[in-house]
């Protein structure tokens, strides 16, 4: 995507912002505004709806996932438990039913103990985590071409509280489509349902 001066920066690291983010994309890409968005689609992004696929969407998801603490808990608890139980539901006669029960039982202990246990942690410390190793990438957003940056969520707060510190660059946390309600509408929305195999694409990794 060409970097122009006019160009947005949107910062979205919650899914629950999809949808409101996804409003704001559409009325500045219809009329030719470029934008970007970073993501981090790492942690409980499963079955998150996907960003327009007019706008350059980057991620930290992976970066995210291989932080210790992350990591490290997804081995010890999800994965590493999983796949052992999985290779035992395999196994025929007695063992593979045994494996296949404890495998359902370990499907739920997750889901509780990430709820419960793992996100009430790691909430607390996400933004800054996030934070850091977005101004580590910051040369992929091409900063220098932002007209605007959007923050769309709370744990995207303390990156954008760093970004403000730029001289020259507006951050902000409101959509606020006012600057662009002069521009034509040049290019509508897409049909997003045009292309499943795209949708199922994972978002580039900076």
């Not at 006019?6 to 559409?26: E, P």
């Not at 009325?27 to 934008?35: E, F, I, M």
């Not at 790691?122 to 007209?147: K, M, N, P, T």
């Not at 303390?158 to 662009?180: I, K, N």
């Amino acid at each position: 995507m060409t970097t122009t001066p006019d160009r947005v920066l949107v910062v979205a690291f919650r899914k629950a912002a999809v949808q409101r983010v996804n409003s704001y994309l559409d009325y500045l890409l219809s009329r030719g505004v470029a934008v970007t968005v970073l993501v981090a689609d790492g942690q409980g992004w499963k079955q998150a709806p996907r960003f327009d696929p007019r706008a350059e969407v980057l991620s930290i998801g992976d970066r995210e996932n291989r932080q210790p603490f992350v990591w490290t808990y997804t081995m010890l608890v999800e994965r590493g438990p999983g796949g052992l139980l999985r290779r035992l539901g395999n196994a025929p006669g007695p063992v593979g039913g045994a494996g296949r029960r404890l495998g359902r039982v370990h499907v739920k202990a997750v889901r509780k103990i990430r709820k419960w246990f793992f996100w009430r942690g790691y909430q607390a410390v996400r933004g800054h985590s996030l934070r850091r190793i977005a101004l580590r990438r910051l040369e992929a957003l091409r900063l220098d071409g932002v007209r605007r940056v959007v923050i769309a969520d709370t744990a995207a707060v303390p990156f954008g509280w760093t970004l403000a510190r730029r001289p020259g660059l507006d951050v902000t946390r409101a959509m606020d489509v006012s600057a662009f309600e002069a521009l034509p509408v040049t290019d509508p929305a897409p049909d997003l349902d045009r292309d499943p195999a795209a949708a199922e694409r994972p978002y580039a990794q900076v």
